[in-house]
């Protein structure tokens, strides 16, 4: 069932763990795109599945990306990876708005690049 106070594009987060936040983008079906480790990656699911029972917090836009287009860029990432520290939903939703990674997120990413220099990527079994 669709919601009207949402729109494609529209970034909206639940609360989970206390204080941490779990995000994930719109789409224009009413669903929700989003990063999930508890899924092992992008998926799409129902605004009633993503809020799994708790409050849907709506944020402000990320971009002057017109919906359409956020949700492209967010539908093009379904069955990617979920990584805490290079792939995680806070990243997805920065992406599909076209905005560039936080300080924290690109710090990350060049001590991983490091670790992997010195010791090989980690191999999946």
């Known amino acids: 069932m ?18 941490l936040r779990h995000y994930g983008v719109i ?10 480790r508890l899924h092992d990656g992008v ?8 809020a799994a029972g708790r409050h849907v917090r709506l944020h402000d836009r990320y971009s002057d990306l017109d919906g359409y287009h956020v949700e492209l860029r967010a ?9 805490l520290f290079g792939s995680n939903c806070g990243h ?7 905005r560039k990674p936080t300080p924290m997120q690109m710090a990350a990413a060049t001590v991983r690049t490091f670790g992997d220099m010195l010791a090989g990527p980690k191999r999946r079994w």
């Open 2 to 19: 669709r919601d009207d106070r949402y729109s494609a594009g529209d970034v909206v987060s639940i609360r989970f763990g206390g204080v």
């Open 27 to 36: 789409t224009s079906r009413g669903t929700v795109i989003c990063n999930s």
């Open 43 to 50: 998926v799409e699911q129902s605004l009633d599945t993503f």
């Open 75 to 83: 539908r093009r990432h379904l069955g990617k990876d979920y990584d």
């Open 92 to 98: 997805f939703v920065r992406h599909a708005h076209r």
